[in-house]
């Protein structure tokens, strides 16, 4: 049960189309300029660029020269100013330079200050933002005397790029350098500039492929030798292994050739089985991976490879995207409808009207309450900003406002019955609680259940088979309440097929645990044996140790006998003669 367990492990690492979605790799045409790395499942695709600048901190210094750090700054108040945000330090008489960057430190106001050596008779009070950017830029003033004005040592830029050239060349700028977000599950470090373009790149990660699948094949050939060992007749040695004559590990030793050695349903052109991508069977039942053969197969059809191995699905509507299935569903093809599209919770108000004096109200998403206020003589764009801040401040990102026909419309992204918000009363038109719905239909003609976008189908062959449904509520009206999508088609390659098969082997009443059961009641019965003859001796023991006291004692009185008589006997007048 170990060596499946870890077998199941390997398998694990290839047998969804998620699984094949993270073997990406980035590259970069010049790491002295900006390096790349990947993570999660990074789309393939690459992106040139210039770097023009890096971002920077803001750093300032406070113009007088102090002769060290213990010199005395004397009584007052320093203020920091960042993002609209006042920040104070109150200093005394006593405090010192030192003192009082260690105040500033302490504010946790995104800025840190220190006491700063320019030559051996000077120091002088730095203080740098804590990160990169603009918005990161801060103004410092003071009132003690000693300090005076302050002075600008670095501002704080961008980092900025350039895509492309010309008038249609594109500007981007980020506050940091690292960037994270230019390409989705790609980050970016810059570290220098340059006019020559540099190109980030992500490509499929075949060694990554064939590291796992080596893996696999090892793994596989130890567990195939295991049950081999335990099951076979050492003639020379006269010995035969634990499982030998055990029907249920050779039943395992024939699924699992089985299942890696058969053609994988739906399939058609160059790959479609195991061994068409380097993996097939030895004479002595063993298994053996061509690398090259599958580097081969890797570069010219990525895709096709991972249906070989993974449980996949597509469709035939553009609205509908496969999303997965289970060890339940039956491969093949299922036709989908929708009589109800998924929705988001969505209000539109009443003709806006500029409130006459401020008017504050609640918005209720999830578990955040949000207090919006519109400024009194506010316009409806003026409205929507300050809903839209409020939302930010609060957390809330997937709600937002905006201006619909002169009136405010509140949406929220998520879709479904799961999703809603609820506004307070206002004059607004806005008041009510707004939830949305969940897709509703029928996969292979079976019912299916909706969650927001997604359908899962319920019963039937086609169980377990999950969709999104991109179609809106307008196109479900127009095709009279049963909207037809197509079809959509699952096929289970050998790796997801294998799986399946493990977990009948595994778990509770599989056929290892079933074997176990028997093995343990066989093991049982031989203890019970055990116990009984052990039982057995200890009463023969028990009678033959009285046997024995008996005998003893008999012993000791014919002992005694033979003395009484001896005695007598010399006691007895010896005749004359």
């Not at 330090?89 to 050596?117: E, H, K, M, Y």
């Not at 209000?347 to 008017?359: L, M, N, Q, R, Y």
């Not at 019963?459 to 969709?467: E, K, L």
């Not at 140790?545 to 002992?559: G, H, I, K, P």
Request: proline residues 1%; hydrophobic residues 40%.
């Amino acid at each position: 049960n170990t060596r499946l367990s870890a077998l199941h492990d390997t398998i694990n690492d290839l047998d969804t189309t998620s699984d094949w979605s993270k073997f990406v790799s980035g590259t970069s045409s010049n790491d002295d300029v900006a390096s790349v790395s990947v993570s999660g499942s990074a789309p393939t695709g690459s992106i040139s660029f210039t770097v023009d600048r890096l971002a920077t901190t803001h750093q300032i210094t406070a113009a007088t020269d102090f002769g060290a750090g213990t010199d005395l700054v004397g009584a007052g108040t320093l203020t920091l100013t960042s993002g609209g945000n006042d920040h104070t330090v109150t200093t005394n008489s006593a405090t010192t330079l030192n003192d009082l960057a260690g105040q500033i430190n302490r504010l946790d106001a995104g800025v840190t200050a220190g006491v700063v050596s320019v030559d051996a008779s000077t120091v002088k009070l730095v203080i740098s933002s804590e990160d990169s950017g603009v918005a990161n830029s801060f103004t410092a003033s003071g009132t003690q005397p000693t300090l005076g004005t302050f002075d600008i040592v670095e501002q704080a830029v961008d980092a900025q790029l350039t895509i492309g050239s010309g008038a249609g060349a594109l500007i981007v700028e980020r506050g940091s350098n690292t960037v994270s977000d230019l390409m989705a599950g790609v980050s970016i470090d810059l570290t220098a500039t340059s006019a020559s373009a540099v190109t980030i790149s992500v490509g499929r990660d075949e060694d990554a492929v064939v590291e796992k699948v080596q893996a696999f094949v090892d793994e596989l050939n130890s567990t195939l030798t295991t049950i081999t060992d335990l099951t076979k007749y050492n003639a020379t040695a006269d010995s035969a292994g634990a499982l030998q004559g055990d029907s249920a590990a050779r039943g395992i030793l024939f699924g699992l050739r089985a299942e890696i050695s058969k053609a994988v349903e739906g399939l058609t052109g160059s790959y479609t089985y195991a061994g068409s991508v380097g993996i097939s069977i030895n004479r002595d039942g063993s298994f053996s991976f061509d690398e090259s053969e599958l580097r081969d197969a890797l570069a010219d059809d990525f895709d096709g490879v991972m249906d070989v191995f993974a449980r996949n699905g597509s469709s035939t509507d553009s609205r509908v995207g496969f999303g997965s299935s289970t060890s339940t569903t039956v491969d093949g093809t299922y036709a989908v409808a929708i009589t109800q599209a998924a929705s988001v919770p969505s209000i539109t108000g009443s003709a806006f009207v500029s409130p006459g004096a401020d008017e504050t109200f609640q918005i209720t998403s999830g578990s955040d309450i949000v207090d919006a206020t519109i400024t009194a003589g506010a316009t409806v764009s003026e409205a929507v900003q300050a809903i839209n801040d409020a939302l930010d401040a609060a957390g809330v990102t997937t709600l937002r406002a905006s201006e619909s026909v002169g009136a405010i419309t509140l949406t929220d992204s998520a879709a479904g019955a799961s999703s809603s918000f609820t506004v307070a009363a206002n004059s607004f038109g806005l008041a009510g609680t707004f939830t949305g719905t969940d897709v509703a239909g029928t996969i292979g003609g079976n019912p299916a259940t909706g969650a927001g976008t997604t359908l899962t189908a319920d019963s039937g062959d086609a169980q377990g088979i999950s969709i999104s449904v991109g179609a809106g509520q307008s196109e479900v009206d127009a095709a009279g309440g049963n909207l037809s999508l197509g079809t959509v088609t699952v096929h289970t390659g050998f790796m997801k097929g294998l799986e399946d098969y493990l977990d009948t082997l595994e778990g509770t009443g599989g056929v290892v645990d079933r074997a176990r059961d028997a093995w343990q009641n066989r093991i049982d019965y031989v203890e019970d044996r055990i116990a009984d003859m052990e039982l057995r001796l200890e009463l023969r023991e028990v009678t033959l140790r009285r046997r024995y006291t008996a005998l003893e004692s008999a012993m000791n009185q014919l002992s005694a006998l033979a003395s009484q008589v001896a005695m007598g006997l010399s006691g007895l007048q010896q005749p004359q003669q």
